[in-house]
């Protein structure tokens, strides 16, 4: 609200005015009232344009981007505006790859596509558990229901969990939408999709528990990874934060790497103090699993698969735990050097 009537003093008229972020379904309505009760302007347009980018690979997204969605409105003020708007892509981008549609459509397009992205990734981490319970293992599963054209190979790589800034934000924003609108089955449906997500972050906590002999007091955990993924620093809704806060509930002490993410922030995602010597920061990996009991894989760094794990092993406390949540380790290898190594789904 605040940013349309600043636009609103100072744009000129008949103005086009894009949203990009992700947005509540009729964010733009609300927009272009304001701008309208603008007195002695122009007709302005507004437009949604959603970002399909993500992190680690945004520039790649933009460069080639699957499709490109621009919402307007069904006027002919409205077409001629999403048309100059498609003229900037056209720069670059196919126009069969640029699609129009109504203000609404493309608003809830934009949490539509995180939602089912994410329930993706909930499911295939639902079938996890059941994997380690039955034998099978998950890997296998997610390559031979991906090779159904009708399913494909995408997000079906299960983890500790999905995190960043925008699947659990954009699904409760699904959730809430339906909500609104009298529909709780459906909203019912979509909050599954989160609560599956806790419940793999939660189950993961409780294996390391489980192989820590039921109690991780005063033992030392080695932490790889903190960021969300793999590529950025973003820590929101990163699925170690749920893993570390739940380790040290149980009286841990963490020795947390992560090449991108900067000691200060680590301390203040788990609301630590530096110094309290319950989280120890360190510079590289082997100085975190240094004397550890267990070390704990959360993020897919690329530099994870090429450690030295025969010298991790040899630094380790006996017997010497290895928990992959993100299913990147040779398992049978790390058990040839003498690791107890658990994945995902993995029995």
């Not at 900067?262 to 630590?272: G, N, R, S, T, W």
């Not at 082997?286 to 040899?314: C, M, N, P, S």
């Amino acid at each position: 609200e605040s940013c349309a009537r600043h636009i609103a003093e100072v744009a000129d008229s008949n103005a086009i005015v894009v949203e990009k972020s992700t947005v509540p379904v009729r964010t733009a309505d609300a927009v272009r009232t304001i701008l309208e009760a603008s007195k002695g302007k122009g007709a302005m347009q507004v437009l949604s344009n959603p970002e399909f980018l993500a992190e680690g690979s945004a520039l790649k997204d933009l460069e080639n981007p699957d499709r490109v969605l621009i919402g307007g409105e069904r006027t002919p003020e409205g077409q001629r505006a999403i048309e100059k708007l498609a003229a900037v892509y056209a720069r670059w981008v196919p126009r069969e790859k640029v699609i129009s549609t109504n203000l609404w459509s493309s608003e809830l397009s934009k949490l539509t596509a995180n939602a089912f992205l994410a329930q993706r990734i909930s499911s295939i981490n639902a079938i996890s558990a059941l994997c380690e319970a039955t034998g099978a293992d998950v890997d296998e599963i997610a390559h031979a229901i991906g090779l159904d054209r009708r399913v494909g190979p995408n997000f079906l790589k299960s983890s500790v969990g999905f995190g960043g800034s925008c699947f659990q934000k954009d699904i409760y924003n699904l959730v809430y939408l339906c909500a609104h609108f009298g529909l709780e089955e459906v909203a019912d449906y979509w909050e599954q999709v989160v609560a599956m997500n806790d419940y793999q972050k939660r189950r993961f906590s409780r294996r390391i528990m489980e192989a820590l002999f039921n109690t991780a007091a005063d033992k030392r955990i080695a932490i790889l990874g903190f960021a969300f993924k793999k590529d950025t620093n973003d820590t929101r809704e990163s699925a170690s934060i749920y893993v570390c806060r739940a380790l040290l509930q149980e009286e841990a002490r963490l020795a947390i790497y992560d090449p991108k993410v900067p000691a200060m922030q680590v301390h203040d995602e788990l609301k630590i103090v530096e110094g309290s010597g319950q989280v120890e920061v360190c510079g590289d990996p082997y100085a975190a699993a240094e004397g550890a009991h267990a070390v704990a894989i959360l993020t897919e760094w690329d530099e994870f698969k090429e450690l030295d794990y025969q010298r991790i092993y040899e630094s380790m406390l006996k017997p010497a735990l290895i928990f992959d949540g993100r299913n990147i380790l040779d398992l049978d290898s790390l058990r040839e050097i003498g690791f107890k190594a658990e994945g995902i789904g993995k029995s």
